[in-house]
């Protein structure tokens, strides 16, 4: 009912503009008028010409060739309905004929995707469709049922297929890994169910990594993003996807100018893994870990605070069968320097399943080459 009172006050006031508007030239009359229409302004042409037009062109070039890619996500799921409190009393209950059994109601929610091949596969976020019953996209003005094909919480990303035969256009895609501060950055989505909505803004940080439970890194930018735009692509200036829209920073609930976005290169192997096994299998040594303190690094004669220090190793696991042991230090992994925990855990589960892994480990005063062989999380 707010956004239709809004929409309201707007129209009423679009209307005493347009009426205000038709009485201009009756006021003014025809020929005693203050400013001159012969002339163009002389730096007219010469500003068209700046890049600044070039600009604005092609943004406009993106909106149509992205206007049929970006996708409309709804979606329903049925949630337990908060009971009354009355009906906690039986007497209450059958004075009323109230059913017995909990109450259930339908929840709808909405957000943004984007698609990724012609035979109508669907990138989205993994919040956007946890534990729905029912998912519909539209494209310009249809819609379509579609099936969650596979979805992976630690990532937030989320594959879906539409049910209808294609061929559907698809996004073109960019490196994430060459996204630089400064760079442009469009953001395109359904923000509050507003659908296909253009904002624009430039990449603010890249690789943040505070917000990440696993500290995979994220791409910042002020282009705003409000709740439905989560899911949608950002795109750089040639158009191709550089990131998933995935959350904000914000104290009211709306665009402060501080949102997050996946890196496209982190996005290509989850899909690939959901496309063919439905969820992510991802690699583990099999060992809790902790980060080295500065009184851990002086105990242990480090000379900083880098690596992993081993916390526990599981039984039977493949960090046990290598050797490893508690207070030792994974310095290295496949001859890459480790800063902390969040990173081992980044670079161990980019690593192929089975596949034999050195590891530089600090043990009593020196280092230590062990080989472990990656087995899949249970």
């Not at 310009?140 to 990532?155: F, K, N, P, Q, R």
């Not at 409000?226 to 949608?232: E, I, L």
């Not at 670079?347 to 062990?370: H, M, T």
Request: hydrophobic share 40%; net charge negative; with cysteine.
């Amino acid at each position: 009912m707010k956004h239709s009172r809004s929409f309201t006050q707007l129209g009423s006031i679009a209307i005493k503009v347009a009426i205000g508007l038709s009485l201009v030239p009756a006021l003014s009359g025809p020929t005693n008028r203050l400013w001159a229409e012969a002339d163009p302004s002389p730096i007219r042409d010469q500003q068209r010409a700046t890049s600044a037009f070039a600009i604005q062109e092609s943004f406009h070039r993106i909106y149509e060739l992205y206007k049929n890619r970006v996708v409309f996500i709804s979606t329903e799921r049925t949630v337990q309905a908060q009971p009354n409190p009355m009906l906690n009393d039986p007497l209450f209950r059958r004075f009323f004929r109230v059913p017995e059994g909990s109450q259930t109601q339908r929840q709808t929610g909405l957000g943004s995707g984007f698609i990724v091949s012609a035979d109508g596969y669907v990138c989205t976020n993994h919040h956007v469709v946890a534990d729905v019953d029912s998912v519909t996209v539209r494209i310009d003005d249809h819609e379509y049922e579609a099936e969650v094909i596979g979805s992976d919480e630690l990532t937030d990303i989320a594959l879906l297929k539409i049910q209808a035969p294609g061929p559907f256009e698809s996004v073109f895609m960019g490196n994430s890994d060459r996204v630089q501060v400064g760079d442009w950055a469009i953001a395109i989505g359904n923000p509050f169910g507003l659908d296909r909505t253009f904002t624009v803004g430039v990449v603010s940080a890249v690789a943040r990594t505070e917000l990440d439970p696993l500290g995979n890194a994220h791409i910042q930018t002020d282009a705003s993003i409000n709740p439905g735009n989560s899911g949608g692509p950002l795109l750089n200036l040639d158009g191709e996807v550089i990131g998933v829209n995935r959350m904000i920073y914000s104290q009211t609930g709306g665009s402060m100018g501080i949102g997050f976005a996946i890196p496209i290169n982190t996005v290509h192997a989850v899909l690939d893994q959901l496309r063919e096994h439905g969820k992510v299998r991802r690699a583990y040594i099999g060992a809790q870990i902790a980060p080295v303190s500065q009184d851990v690094a002086r105990q242990l004669g480090l000379p900083n605070t880098n690596g992993a220090i081993i916390a526990q190793v599981l039984p039977n696991s493949p960090a046990a069968q290598a050797g490893l042991r508690p207070n030792d230090v994974i310095l290295k992994v496949a001859g890459e320097v480790v800063e902390g925990p969040a990173e081992l855990i980044r670079k161990i589960s980019v690593i192929p399943i089975g596949q034999n892994v050195a590891f530089e480990v600090w043990r009593e005063g020196r280092v230590v080459q062990l080989s472990i062989t990656l087995q899949e999380r249970p």
